[in-house]
């Protein structure tokens, strides 16, 4: 990474004064440590160191640090008892898989076991007694045949960071992770079609990618841990899909085992292909529940080197809106991400997160927007963000704001909107809805859950504004059952009624299986149950999650 001057001057769009902003340290996530004693594990920042981090980090991270404040509802909450079909594992399903795999990679280790039973957020916690680490195909291909054939549940899981407890069992499921499939198979660098293996880390493939002049499509705070299997299954969004699009268009194929162990080669490298049905798309956003994805062919766009990123002030939810329409009007192919947050995301940040400095402080505003736009001519492209923002200045659409000078800055200004999911879980109890909205609708349900839940929370709003996808969190100091109950089911009532849906890039995973019905019709619910059952037809993997277990059994 670049060496970066200690004092950074920013460029103030608001007319007649220039920002207070400086920093007297380059303003790095202050959770990060490497090379000594125990790294506390996220995430969700440090979007552009390339360290790979493993789970053993998340221990060091929570113990002692917050934990207390926390209470495990997967379960308990869902009301779920284990399915009566499934087997318990015992002592010749160890053997075998010791078997197939060597000893190595059949993890029985409390700790490591711990880890892997719990979410990133620690709200759904599992007692699975077994973490399997296939390094092939093959090896995936047997571990499935074997627990269909015993009935053994299984949760297939990635780097663990999803934010609705897909990825760690309900009861005992048997973990199987793919961390060691991480090859790299094969780059075209006329197509830029990369293809790897599931167990692949996002910010790995985005590096080797640089190497080779391209770009990942897809862009997570969790990018550091994450696989692009999972990735791929939960049908992640994230940061550059206003640009490069969503996962449905960039993966162009796909290996994946079955539940009876079938190994399906969809592994096309072809941009067009109309041989009939599409069956990968089935896999993409599945979470897990129809098959366990072992290879991915994905297209990657040539990487820009003229960044740009400007963090601006807007005085209300409207003018934010017409900046995005106006953005996407003038900017046209350059814009790369639209984000917003409100004032109460970046109180939540200067409060929790440190380190975090506000780059507009001389007022807290009621809302912000970070754009950033990404193109070919420095001079130019500089130029056209700048004109642009004189004029939305003009025009009374921000009302303040700064452009990053260097990389450093660029930084610090995405450390505030991609800390925030760390920033909320270090406040207490977080209840996380990700939700798609028209976005004129979409703060609408913030303001109206502020006015439901008065003083007993705190409500805020942030997302992706350019994609209509709206994180609304709502933070207790502790668990507490009565504002639950006055979130839900009315959040999912109002996303329904004003046509919105219900998971717009976390997926459901545990948390929303029941709630399916808010935003797929029940011939829909009913033709996904039918496809499960083809593909699965015990119903071992990724048991409890994407459909309520009514429509399956
Ligand atoms: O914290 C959340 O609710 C969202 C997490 C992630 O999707 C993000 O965009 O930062
Ligand atoms: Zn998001």
Redesign the pocket.
């Given at each position: 990474m670049e060496k970066l001057a200690p004092i950074l001057q920013t460029i103030v769009v608001a007319k007649n004064r220039r920002s207070s902003l400086e920093f007297d340290e380059p303003s790095r996530s202050s959770d990060f440590c490497s090379g000594t004693g125990i790294c506390r594990f996220n995430p969700?920042i440090e979007r552009r160191s390339r360290t790979v981090w493993t789970c053993w980090y998340l221990r060091g991270y929570y113990i002692g640090k917050s934990l207390v404040q926390r209470k495990y509802y997967g379960s308990v909450a869902s009301g779920l008892q284990k399915n009566p079909t499934f087997a318990t594992l015992n002592l010749d399903d160890v053997n075998y898989f010791k078997g197939i795999l060597g000893e190595k990679n059949v993890i029985q280790d409390e700790d490591r076991l711990a880890t892997a039973n719990v979410d990133w957020m620690h709200k759904y916690k599992g007692s699975s007694k077994l973490l399997l680490r296939p390094t092939c195909t093959e090896e995936v291909s047997q571990i499935l045949k074997y627990c269909n054939s015993r009935r053994l549940a299984v949760v297939p899981q990635g780097g663990n960071t999803g934010?609705v407890g897909g990825s760690v069992p309900v009861f005992d499921e048997v973990i199987v992770n793919l961390g060691s499939m991480d090859k790299i198979i094969s780059f075209d660098k006329v197509s830029g079609i990369l293809v790897c293996e599931a167990g692949s880390i996002l910010e790995n493939l985005d590096a080797f990618l640089a190497n080779e002049g391209f770009i990942m499509p897809l862009d997570l705070?969790a990018k550091g841990s994450c696989h692009i299997g999972g990735n791929v299954s939960t049908n992640a969004g994230g940061l550059r899909m206003i640009r490069y699009g969503s996962l449905h268009g960039n993966v162009l194929g796909l290996e994946a085992v079955l539940a009876n162990g079938t190994v399906l080669d969809m592994l096309g490298t072809l941009r067009k292909d109309n041989t009939g049905y599409d069956l990968k798309q089935l896999f993409i956003g599945s979470e897990g529940s129809l098959g366990i994805i072992t290879k991915v062919s994905i297209l990657t766009p040539s990487r820009l080197f003229s960044t740009n990123l400007a963090f601006l002030a807007c005085n209300d939810f409207f003018s934010c809106q017409k900046l995005l329409l106006e953005a996407k009007r003038k900017l046209g192919e350059v814009l790369s991400a639209f984000e917003f947050l409100d004032s109460q995301s970046m109180e939540m940040v200067l409060a929790h997160l440190d380190g975090t400095r506000n780059p507009l402080p001389s007022s807290l505003y009621h809302f912000y927007v970070l754009i950033e736009t990404t193109g070919s001519d420095p001079s130019y492209d500089r130029e056209k963000l700048e004109a642009f923002l004189l004029q939305s200045m003009e025009g009374g659409l921000i009302c303040d704001g700064a452009v990053a000078q260097d990389t450093n800055q660029s930084s610090s200004f995405w450390h505030i909107r991609?800390g925030?999911?760390e920033a909320?879980s270090k406040a207490g109890t977080v209840y996380?809805y990700?939700l798609s909205l028209p976005v004129e609708k979409m703060y609408g349900l913030v303001e109206e859950m502020r006015l439901r839940l008065g003083q007993s929370a705190k409500v805020v709003g942030y997302?992706?504004l350019g994609d209509g996808n709206l994180?609304l969190?709502i933070s207790t100091p502790e668990y507490d059952d009565s504002v639950l109950r006055k979130i839900e089911p009315f959040v999912y009532e109002w996303t329904s009624k004003h046509k919105g849906s219900i998971s717009a890039?976390?997926g459901l995973g545990l948390m929303k299986a029941n709630e399916i019905h808010y935003s797929k019709s029940p011939e829909t619910v009913q033709l996904m149950a039918s496809i499960k059952k083809l593909l699965d037809p015990n119903c071992i993997l990724n048991p409890y999650k994407v459909l309520p277990q009514s429509v399956l059994h």
């Open positions: 969700y934010l705070g991609e925030l999911p909320l996380k990700d997302g992706h994180h969190n890039e976390h």
